[in-house]
Every structure is written in C-alpha cells, then in structure tokens.
C-alpha cells in the first residue's frame, strides 16, 4: 500500500483475471476486491453521446427541472 492507501495489485494477478480496476468490498473477516469491467470496452456502443460539453449537459438538467415544475 503506498501513502495515498492505494492498493498494488501485481500485474501477473491482474493478466490472470484480465482486469485492471477492481471493486472492493468489506465482508466478513477481510476485504474481497472483485474485477470490475473496464468501461473502454463500452465506449462507442449505445451510440454518440448525446451531450458534449459540460455546459449542454447544465442546459438540460435546467430544462428537466423546468419540465419537472410545470
């Protein structure tokens, strides 16, 4: 563990799990890190984002809350 509290996990253990991000959870008597999948492997198939800027996103939150308060 380095001084952040981040975790090493050698990387022959990740090649053999074909992970690289790991959640963690607290069970009982230690803790369980279970392979997450990678999020670039989505990238690409629900189609193009439908936002591309912080500020559209903001836009539209705006515009739902107001739909919301009609």
């Given at each position: 563990?380095?001084?952040?509290?981040?975790?090493?996990?050698?990387?022959?253990?990740?090649?053999?799990?074909?992970?690289?991000?790991?959640?963690?959870?607290?069970?009982?008597?230690?803790?369980?890190?279970?392979?997450?999948?990678?999020v670039d492997a989505y990238y690409g198939k629900f189609g193009?984002?439908?936002?591309?800027?912080?500020?559209?996103?903001?836009?539209?939150?705006?515009?739902?809350?107001?739909?919301?308060?009609?």
């Amino acid at each position: 563990m380095d001084g952040s509290g981040r975790v090493y996990i050698p990387a022959e253990i990740r090649r053999r799990v074909k992970a690289r991000r790991f959640r963690l959870r607290l069970v009982e008597g230690g803790i369980l890190l279970e392979p997450v999948d990678d999020v670039d492997a989505y990238y690409g198939k629900f189609g193009p984002a439908r936002y591309s800027t912080v500020e559209e996103i903001e836009r539209a939150l705006e515009d739902a809350a107001q739909v919301g308060l009609r």
